[in-house]
């Protein structure tokens, strides 16, 4: 089997739009861990949710990597061992929490294992209830991150405007990169933080060549991800701006996209066959 190890985005790759897996995927990434692959789960979400949801692909009674926060921490999944963690410098982190209280955007800050909000409402109850995490209030947040000197892994912007704020934030703060991992989430992690930087990571970590691993993805933060691995897919339902660095496009996530371009993986057919655009 050439391709040894396939990195996959959660939320519209690996899950359906009702955030449920179907069988044929979790029996396709069964079958390719039989066959001696190495499968992986590269997301925005915290290492807490992404555990808590881990049975939704049959992987819940494993120890495996996985990556977390845009790429900012790589850990066990069952033992908790940190493989890798990148944080923001904590001056810049705060100097973004400043403009963000002073434009009026609504922002939350992550560390390695709690998500920080200044109040509770409506957007951060909604996220908590769907990723099955806790949040900490602490009200003001570029106080809190300032005096307490926090080691923020990841910020998120959630706005319907998220495309505009890109342009607003990027280039401004040394030492952090920002990317819409949503149509309505902007992302910031630290610099050697980033999906694709995870991948290399963790290739290898595990001794696998790069050009045995294969990434997919649906969104703007999987772009570096899907560009780093030997073999880049999106699935149908990914933003254009993704498909357009993609090498394959697959199936829907609500059509078993995974589930196709593991079977492929597994029968060596990804290599010889002709790549859909």
């Known amino acids: 089997m050439k391709y040894k190890l396939i990195v996959s985005d959660l939320d ?12 044929a995927t979790i029996e396709a990434i069964k079958e390719y861990r039989a066959a001696g ?33 845009d790429g900012g921490l790589i850990k066990e999944s069952q033992t908790g061992k940190v493989i890798a963690v990148h944080t923001m410098p904590y001056e810049q982190t705060a100097a973004f929490a400043e403009e963000c209280e002073k434009i009026g955007c609504y922002f939350q800050v992550y560390t390695q294992d709690k998500l920080f909000v200044a109040e509770e409402n409506e957007i951060n109850r909604h996220y908590c209830e769907v990723s099955k995490i806790k949040m900490n209030v602490v009200g003001k947040l570029s106080k809190y991150i ?13 706005d319907k405007n998220a ?32 999906k694709g930087n995870a991948l290399l990571h963790l290739a290898g970590s595990l001794g696998i060549d790069r050009s045995r691993t294969v990434a997919i993805g649906d969104s703007m933060n999987d772009i570096s991800m899907i560009k780093a691995a030997a073999l880049g897919v999106a699935v149908a339902n990914a933003d254009d701006r993704l498909k357009a660095h993609a090498d394959m496009i697959v199936p829907s996530n609500n059509d078993d996209g995974l589930a196709y371009l593991i079977r492929k993986a597994i029968n060596d057919e990804l290599s010889s066959s002709p790549l859909s655009k």
Request: aromatic letters at 12%; one cysteine or more; a negative charge.
């Open 163 to 194: 495309d505009s704020y890109l342009e607003h934030f990027k280039g401004k703060y040394s030492g952090i990169q920002f990317f819409l991992s949503w149509s309505s989430y902007l992302d910031g992690a630290a610099i050697d933080a980033g």
């Open 12 to 23: 519209g790759t690996a899950l359906k739009d009702d955030r449920t897996a179907s069988e």
């Open 146 to 158: 300032y005096d307490n000197k926090l080691g923020c892994v990841k910020v998120l912007v959630a």
């Open 37 to 69: 692959g190495t499968f992986i789960i590269s997301t925005g979400r915290m290492f807490e949710s992404i555990v808590n949801n881990a049975h939704l692909l049959g992987l819940d009674k494993l120890n495996i990597p996985i990556c977390a926060l």
